[in-house]
C-alpha cells in the first residue's frame, strides 16, 4: 500500500524558512496529484497547495509568493518551501496524494508535521 512520511516541520520566528518534505513509498509520485493541507486547532484542514501529475501548480492567495511546491521523482518526494513565514502559517501541516482511475479514487494521507511560527 502507499505510504507518505512528512519531515520537516518545527519552530521557526517570523520571517523564517522551512522545507517540509513528503516521502512516498509503494507506488510512483508521478501519477498522482500532490497536495498540502493545514489545520489549527478547532478549525477544517485548510488547502495549501498542490501540484499535478503534468507539473501544475495551485495555492492559496495566503501563501502566494511565499510557499512553492515541487515534486522530485527521483527522490520520489514532494517538498513544500515555505518563505517569509508568520504567526498565522501555525498548523499541523497534511500531506495528500490524489489520483483517479476512470470510477475508481485514490487518496493517501501523511502523518501530519506540525509547524509553529512564534516570535
Known amino acids: 500500500q502507499a505510504q507518505l512520511v512528512e519531515s520537516g516541520g518545527g519552530l521557526v520566528q517570523p520571517g523564517g524558512s522551512l522545507r517540509l518534505s513528503c516521502a512516498v513509498s509503494?507506488?510512483?509520485?508521478?501519477?498522482?496529484?500532490m497536495g498540502w493541507c493545514r489545520q489549527a486547532p478547532g478549525k477544517q484542514c485548510e488547502l495549501v497547495a498542490h501540484?499535478?501529475?503534468?507539473?501544475?501548480?495551485n495555492y492559496n492567495d495566503s501563501v502566494k509568493g511565499r510557499f512553492t511546491i515541487s515534486r522530485d521523482n527521483a527522490k520520489n518526494t514532494v517538498y513544500l518551501q515555505m518563505n517569509s513565514l508568520k504567526p498565522d502559517d501555525t498548523a499541523a501541516y497534511y500531506c495528500?496524494?490524489?489520483?483517479?482511475?476512470?470510477?475508481?479514487?485514490?487518496?493517501?494521507w501523511g502523518q501530519g508535521t506540525q509547524v509553529t511560527v512564534s516570535s
Open positions: 495528500n496524494a490524489h489520483r483517479n482511475d476512470g470510477s475508481r479514487t485514490y487518496d493517501y
Open positions: 501540484i499535478t501529475s503534468r507539473g501544475s501548480t
Open positions: 509503494g507506488t510512483i509520485v508521478e501519477i498522482y496529484t
